[in-house]
């Protein structure tokens, strides 16, 4: 149908759009956004490599966890573990879910909190309002 054809053309579009980098994000582990998602949460990093034992942080459900590389698999995969939590939560992640770990990191890692903390606050007064 039309509508189905709409939907495809407008995937694609905000596909490209998501695939733009910038050179300043392509320097560092700068979030990269995807334009059809909400503006201010990150839907990955710039792809770099890791070895087995490297420690950094892995994006998952909109928090930054400490982790460690346990495996290096095929196609920008590796197994982690996330440190301070039971291995039954060790999982195959993809390299754009990772960021080094370090100044940057811990910086964004607030970030997101603070920014989880005011959507709550917002959440809890559209409650009160309503």
């Known amino acids: ?58 994006l998952d459900q909109g928090k930054l966890y400490e982790a460690k590389v346990i495996r290096v698999g095929e196609d920008n995969q590796y197994f982690i573990h996330y440190q301070g939590w039971n291995k039954k939560w060790d999982k195959w992640v993809h390299a754009s879910l990772l960021m080094s770990e370090g100044p940057e990191a811990e910086k964004y890692s607030k970030a997101l909190a603070d920014q989880e903390r005011r959507r709550k606050e917002a959440r809890e007064n559209a409650k009160r309002a309503a």
């Open 1 to 58: 149908t039309s509508k189905a054809v709409a939907d495809k053309k407008s995937l694609k579009s905000q596909k490209k759009k998501a695939d733009v980098v910038s050179d300043s994000e392509m320097a560092s582990d700068a979030p990269v956004k995807d334009a059809a998602a909400d503006e201010d949460l990150p839907t990955g990093f710039k792809i770099k490599s890791y070895t087995e034992g490297a420690l950094l942080r892995s």
